[in-house]
């Protein structure tokens, strides 16, 4: 049975989809609800043209939001080729620590 997502806070939904074995980089994740809310929430701070505001979640910690930030940035949004940079070097050193 999928978990229903009732809050659209990306901290919580970070902590929600850490807590169902939901990951940024698991390709078996994206068919999921909680999956589908992350990237719903990402792509409505995207159209509003708040892609520098969401990137403050690069600086996160707890939960892979830094990993969810940086993955729905290159997935969803038009980053700059620095905020693309430091997306990739972010994940690129989260991958050994989560692999």
């Given at each position: 049975?999928?978990?229903t997502f009732k809050n659209s806070s990306f901290l919580?939904?970070?902590?929600?989809?850490f807590c169902f074995g939901i990951y940024p980089n698991?390709?078996?994740?994206?068919?999921?609800?909680?999956?589908?809310?992350?990237?719903?929430?990402?792509?409505?701070?995207f159209d509003a043209g708040l892609l520098n505001e969401?990137?403050?979640?690069?600086?996160?910690?707890?939960?892979?939001?830094?990993?969810?930030?940086?993955?729905?940035?290159?997935?969803?949004?038009?980053?700059?080729?620095?905020?693309?940079?430091?997306?990739?070097?972010?994940?690129?050193?989260?991958?050994?620590?989560?692999?």
């Open positions: 049975m999928e978990h919580f939904l970070c902590k929600e989809n698991c390709e078996t994740s994206r068919e999921t609800d909680g999956y589908k809310a992350i990237v719903q929430l990402a792509r409505s701070f969401f990137a403050e979640y690069l600086e996160e910690g707890p939960y892979l939001s830094q990993l969810w930030a940086a993955t729905l940035i290159l997935d969803y949004g038009q980053p700059s080729e620095d905020l693309k940079q430091q997306c990739l070097q972010l994940i690129e050193k989260n991958e050994l620590k989560y692999a």
